[in-house]
């Protein structure tokens, strides 16, 4: 536009802005916040001369401002993350080189390492085949030495059986009276002491379980001994109760009744049973001086003095009792 049509607000306003910026130095810290502020200063004059436009124009420069104002504090708060960002970028680069240093060296002694390893694998190769083939000629000169020994060895055995043939020949020849010598094989008599020891370990094992099995039983003949020395014990205090009733019953009291004959029996004769109790009770009722009611005590002292007279049982009935009996011993 000419200089000669502009406006006098214009021309205030351009010469304001030159003067200002002309001022403000390019060097300083906040050089574009000044220059920011010269124009928001500049734009304010102008909508103070448009007293119509004013309200829309302040509206606008006050939203450009808070904007301006968001963004600059946006750019604050940001400011020290990126400086933070920044130093970790480059602490993170050092260390990356670092490591790359040190992996790029590891590398190295690793290939160095494994190059090595190559050729200790080689060598113990080398070193394996040649030790098979030692192991190999190894095993057919034990082989070979093995069948000279067995050889050796069979042949050995062959000479002392001739040997000892021949001894046997010549002794025989020297000595033929002494036909009854002992002049058996040593392999025979070894045979023989390994089945007497056998059969010691059997008859010692057979001990041992009789022993284990029978240790609470009492020989035969000590139970026979104790048995007939029972019933001798027995007959004789059965002797002498009997002796006692025959001695202690009244003769004034000629007849007893059944169930009196009956306790009688028991108390002479315990070891007999129910059947031999009322067998004697039946007899000595069908007797002449007896009766369905009454016995005559005659035939009772005659029962006593029969059982006296008969003395202990003999020996044979003990013993037949003590087989019918175990002759296991009781705790």
């Not at 020297?174 to 008859?203: F, I, M, W, Y």
């Not at 028991?266 to 016995?295: C, H």
């Not at 009772?300 to 296991?328: D, I, K, M, R, Y």
């Amino acid at each position: 536009m000419p200089a000669q049509r502009k406006p006098q607000l214009l021309k205030q306003l351009e010469s304001y802005v030159h003067k200002e910026l002309q001022i403000i130095s390019s060097s300083e810290p906040q050089f574009q916040e000044q220059r920011l502020q010269v124009y928001q200063d500049a734009f304010g004059c102008f909508i103070k001369e448009f007293k119509t436009y004013q309200p829309l124009l302040s509206a606008i420069k006050r939203e450009y401002e808070n904007t301006i104002a968001y963004q600059q504090d946006q750019i604050r708060e940001l400011e020290p993350l990126r400086s933070h960002v920044r130093s970790v970028t480059e602490e993170c680069e050092r260390k990356v080189q670092a490591r790359w240093e040190e992996e790029r060296s590891e590398i190295g002694a690793l290939k160095t390492e494994k190059h090595q390893l190559q050729r200790v694998i080689e060598a113990m190769k080398e070193k394996e085949t040649a030790t098979q083939a030692v192991v190999e000629r190894l095993q057919s000169d034990l082989s070979a030495q093995y069948l000279q020994y067995r050889e050796q060895r069979d042949a050995r055995q062959l000479l002392i059986w001739q040997i000892n043939d021949l001894t046997r020949g010549s002794v025989e020849e020297e000595h033929p009276a002494d036909g009854n010598s002992d002049t058996r094989d040593p392999v025979q008599l070894q045979l023989s002491l390994k089945v007497c020891r056998r059969d010691l370990t059997t008859a010692q094992e057979e001990l041992t379980r009789m022993k284990a099995e029978y240790w609470d039983l009492v020989p035969r003949r000590n139970w026979d001994a104790l048995e007939q020395t029972h019933q001798q014990n027995l007959s004789k205090v059965e002797s002498d109760h009997l002796s006692d009733l025959i001695d202690s019953e009244s003769p004034e009291k000629s007849t007893l009744t059944v169930q009196e004959f009956r306790m009688a029996l028991r108390t002479a004769f315990p070891l007999k049973s129910d059947e031999e109790i009322n067998e004697l009770v039946t007899s000595a009722q069908s007797d002449p001086d007896g009766s369905d009611d009454s016995i005559s005590s005659q035939r009772l002292h005659s029962l006593l003095a029969e059982s006296v007279e008969a003395g202990p049982p003999a020996l044979e009935e003990s013993e037949g009792q003590a087989a019918e009996n175990p002759v296991q011993a009781t705790d």
